[in-house]
């Protein structure tokens, strides 16, 4: 009933730009709290970035504090990572999550999209 669908990743170069797009489906924005996370070969997945309902409130790891901005446009129904000053360490596949806490234990969101490759050449 619920789905996810990432788009818009792609092979970048080092210090170059991104927009990845979240499409949601069913009831997913019922749920009120959106996020990206990440998963680089050979680690785990981590947290990115999250979202309320309104937007007012957003949350982003460390890493990519002031590089990354999440936003959300309810009357689309999609969420989006854009994404700027891309390093090789970005690379990883992008999942954008739903569910009803800002957190960045990946067990806390209930819904998962399929994921989108993001590489960023040296």
């Known amino acids: 009933q619920v789905q996810l669908v990432e788009s818009g990743g792609g092979l970048v170069q080092n210090g170059g730009s991104l927009r990845l797009s979240c499409a949601a489906s069913?009831?997913?924005?019922?749920?009120?709290?959106m996020a990206w996370f990440r998963q680089a070969p050979g680690k785990e997945r981590e947290f990115v970035a999250a979202?309320?309902?309104?937007?007012?409130?957003?949350d982003y790891a460390d890493s990519v504090k002031g590089r990354f901005t999440i936003s959300r446009d309810n009357a689309k129904n999609t969420v989006y990572l854009q994404m700027s000053s891309l390093k090789p360490e970005d690379t990883a596949v992008y999942y954008c999550a739903a569910g009803f806490t800002m957190s960045p234990i990946q067990g806390h969101w209930g819904y998962w999209g399929q994921g989108t490759q993001v590489t960023v050449s040296s």
């Open positions: 069913g009831r997913t924005f019922s749920s009120a709290f």
């Open positions: 979202i309320s309902w309104s937007g007012a409130r957003t």
